[in-house]
């Protein structure tokens, strides 16, 4: 379904659920704010030609007239926003940036949560065939090290600043105990930093130290992030024109899947088509 009186400047396009997993792909207006005016087009599925040959049907001047796009590191939407939207700037998602660097840190502390976890097996067999009762080493807090580990996911997603007193304690025995972690951490911290940077030169500069710190320090963890940084680093690039996000196109998926779960899901997808249509189109 499409929409050409909805077309702004400044459009966002993602994908969302409806049912069973059955993914369709949605274009917004971020002038609309997620009310009425906001659906520019609703497309099945997630195939670039699908999207390029719904898109097409849009007439072309007020293709050429958005300025600016912003999507997630999906290839496939990409290249069909490209074919479509001639005239327009893509906007890489911060939030779909940020979000895997700290999926990488996360990565690192499950690794060595499972690490623990086998260690500990390890002792209790040893223990038993010794005839001996197995117990658990416990640090100041009480944590013994597989919690710890588990303990500490929120710890390492926040600032220092937004730690209460009981998790900086953990955080500092954590630290203690797994200095690679906190190396990693640290450095998960120089990434989402240069995301409050004002120059679009200097956002640049930095993210080439980091990448390049990244790999001078062999942290291995962070490698993938950072060659898919440098894979998408123009888009990347262009958030520092107006600071643009995909926050809107996020908040609407929200209201899809909350309207959803209202209905206790989707039965007949073609009326609930219609229904986002009179709210949102």
Known sequence: MIYPANVGEYLSIDEVSLSNGELYTFVTNKIGRGKRGSLVASIKGTRSQDIIDTLERLPLESRKNVREITLDMAKNIESAVRMTFPEASLVTDRFHVVKLVMEALQHLRIKKRWEELDKENDLILKCKSEGKKYKSK???NGDTPKQLLARSRYIIAK???QWTENQRERAEILFKEHPDLHVAYKHSLAFRSIYEEK???TAERRFKEWINNTFEKELKTFYTTANTVKTNF???????TNRNTNANAESFNAKIKLFRANLRGVTDTAFFLFRLEKLFA
Do not use: A, V, W
């Open 138 to 140: 416990e640090f100041s």
């Open 159 to 161: 600032k220092e600043i």
């Open 199 to 201: 120059l679009r030169t």
């Open 234 to 240: 123009e888009n990347i690039l262009n958030f520092y």
